[in-house]
């Protein structure tokens, strides 16, 4: 397998459009979570954990295809896609194993020019499947980005920055400004204690965006009930707040406190038991 060469300009983009989407699916605001960023292996581990989640969802792969150009890449992920699912997995599986904690540091550490082990080189070199996980997981064709690398000054101080790139149809910028006076949807969650009086020992969990993956970084960090990868996902739809399960161990709950519609298969758990309801 070969390496990729990465240029300080290419290291900068994808330093801020895998923090950007790390904190959009998390839920942290970017400039606070980019401010208080270090070396610490634990902080690219949690980027990781979530990062292959991403990438072990097979939608992903079919949304990725959209925005890419046509190339080889896109030839074998369209054979993937209408292939056989071993396949599929097996592919899935070999690109988020490159994405490590110990790699993701060094492009978005060491690689920015940040630390005591700062990288004096010119350009560093990367595995091929690692920049494709970067790419795969923030949504844009690096061959796009190449062709227009050229144009574009990275982002270090007294410099100007990267061209705005467009990440799919949901994708707010565009390269158009978004006004300052239009306010953020999100929510906040109240920790309650055992007696379901809300604690006012501790601040309420904000969290900004239509959709937010919520696991145990960003809800209590101590607490190993709640997976590190992603536990559920809160989504706006039509003005309405939607939760998904993401738990693998399907541990995800809502209290009951006013009437909820059932429907046939909906699993209720009373005490410990969990009960299949049917008509």
Not at 72 to 101: C, H, N, T
Not at 137 to 163: H, M, N, Q
């Amino acid at each position: 397998m070969g390496n990729n060469i990465v240029s300080p300009a290419e290291r900068l983009f994808l330093r801020e459009n895998i923090l950007k989407k790390y904190c959009q699916l998390v839920g942290y605001a970017y400039d606070d979570f980019e401010s208080r960023l270090t070396g610490t292996i634990g902080h690219y581990e949690r980027i990781s954990d979530v990062m292959a989640d991403y990438i072990d969802d097979e939608n992903n792969l079919s949304r990725y295809i959209g925005p890419i150009g046509e190339s080889p890449l896109k030839i074998q992920l369209k054979k993937l896609v209408q292939g056989r699912d071993e396949e599929k997995k097996r592919y899935l599986r070999d690109l988020k194993s490159f994405a490590s904690a110990n790699v993701l540091r060094k492009l978005i550490f060491y690689g920015s020019g940040e630390g005591e082990k700062s990288q004096k080189e010119e350009k560093m070199s990367f595995k091929e499947l690692f920049i494709t996980a970067c790419y795969y997981y923030i949504g844009v064709d690096r061959a796009d980005f190449l062709r227009r690398a050229p144009a574009a000054s990275s982002r270090k101080k007294g410099g100007g920055t990267i061209e705005t790139f467009s990440q799919g149809p949901n994708d707010l910028s565009k390269g158009e400004t978004v006004s300052v006076f239009k306010k953020q949807r999100g929510f906040s969650l109240k920790i309650l204690k055992d007696t379901d009086e809300v604690d006012e020992t501790r601040n309420a969990l904000q969290f900004g965006g239509e959709k937010v993956a919520l696991n145990r970084g960003n809800l209590e960090p101590d607490n190993f009930t709640i997976t590190s990868q992603v536990q559920a996902e809160v989504r706006l739809v039509d003005g309405q707040w939607y939760i998904e399960n993401k738990s693998k161990l399907k541990t995800t709950f809502i209290q009951v406190l006013t009437p909820v519609k059932l429907n046939k298969g909906d699993v209720i758990i009373m005490g410990n038991k969990r009960f299949l309801f049917e008509e």
